[in-house]
C-alpha cells in the first residue's frame, strides 16, 4: 500500500497545502518518511490524516467560485467504531463549507471497507448542504457500495449507476464536476 500515492497530475492547477482556505494550508510531507498506516500496512506520505485511524484522504482540487472540491480516499470507512463519518464532516467537509464549498466528489477507488453506524451524520450533512449542495461518491468497489447502501445513505449522499463509470483521471476537474453535476441534475430531476 506504501506504493498507492493521491492523484498527482492536477498538482499544477491545485495543492491543498498552498491553499490558505484548506484545512490542510500549511503542512509539510516527507517523501522519505512512511509514518502513517492502516493497521498493519505503511501508506504513501502524500495522504493525509484527518483522525480516523484507518481512512486517509486527499483534496485534489477546490474550486471556491463554482463550490465543489474533489477528494481522493484510500482505507478502511469505518463509522461504527471509529466514527469516520464525523471526522470527515467536522474536520474537512465543514472546514470547506465555511468557505463556499458545498459540492463534494469523493473518490473511493482504494476505499476497502465500509461499516456503518447510524446515519446521523449523514442526514446532518445532508441538511447543511441545503437544495444546492451534494455528495457524489465516484468508482468505489462494489461490495463497498453494498456496505453502504445497507446503512440506507442513498438518501443522503449519491452512488452507483453512472457514477461508478466515469474515468475521472482523463477529465481536468471542470470537465469531471461537469460530468458528476450532469449525473446528479438526472437523478434529482
Known sequence: MHELEPYYRWRDLYIASEDENSPFFEREYSEFEFTNKIYDHVIHPQWDEFGSQTLYLKVLFADYDDGYAIIEMIGEWNDAIDNDIMFLK????????????NKFILIGENVLNFHGSDDSYYEELYSELEDEGWVAMLNFRQHVLREIRDQNLDYYVHFGGELDDIYWRKLQPPQLFTVVQKVLSHRLG
Open 90 to 101: 467536522r474536520d474537512i467537509l465543514e472546514h470547506m463549507m465555511d468557505y463556499g464549498i
